[in-house]
């Protein structure tokens, strides 16, 4: 049976995707664990829910919307979480989080150092002290330990550009979020300026 295409999200259009497939590697980090994991986009939505139920509560979640004609984001969060609000997050806002080319999200522990982070071209990168339950998680979903392996920046080039888009999920768009996640209390805690040399 043929490998199945690796599918990214609706709003990054990038022509040849040789060699991306869904891995991860691990390093060190301190006293835990980065993992940075290569994800299929039509995996990530449930995989999200499955790493919310790991995480000790309470937890938080992360948003970074970019600013309109600048490349820095500006910094939400919705404290204080229970693990069934952060999974309800997940259901309600999951797909546009996912499928948006240009936001910024995590799901993260207020007290412990547990972390997931999905950035640029929706890296995904896992913090933890305490790898073996990642590990377990990423084996179900038939993501393998693969050191160096390829991701989407590892593709993008002069020859092969890589467009971001906004897209639209039933109407709405990453930018209604704010609103949207005012009775959970997001508020804006600040901007991050973008990274020197991002493309």
């Known amino acids: 049976m043929a490998q199945e295409k690796f599918q990214t999200a609706q709003g990054i259009c990038i022509p040849v995707l040789s060699g991306v497939h869904p891995a991860y590697e691990r390093a060190q980090d301190g006293d835990g664990w980065c993992f940075t994991v290569v994800m299929d986009a039509r995996q990530m939505q449930q995989f999200l829910l499955s790493y919310c139920a790991l995480l000790p509560a309470p937890g938080y979640f992360t948003l970074e919307l970019p600013v309109e004609g600048q490349e820095d984001y500006d910094v939400y969060y919705v404290d204080g979480c229970s693990i069934p609000v952060l999974q309800a ?53 038939q993501i393998s330990e693969e050191p160096g392996c390829k991701t989407l920046w590892d593709v993008v080039s002069e020859e092969n550009p890589c467009q971001l888009l906004h897209v639209e999920v039933e109407e709405e768009s990453i930018f209604d979020l704010p609103d949207l996640l005012a009775d959970a209390g997001i508020y804006l805690a600040g901007r991050r300026e973008a990274l020197q040399g991002k493309s």
Do not use: M, N, W
């Not at 950035?119 to 179900?140: A, F, G, N, R």
């Open 89 to 141: 997050i997940v259901r309600r806002y999951g797909s546009l989080l996912v499928e948006d080319g240009d936001v910024h999200f995590g799901f993260a522990a207020h007290e412990a150092a547990e972390q997931l982070y999905v950035s640029d071209l929706k890296t995904v990168q896992i913090y933890t002290q305490c790898p073996s339950p990642v590990e377990q998680l990423l084996h179900s979903y």
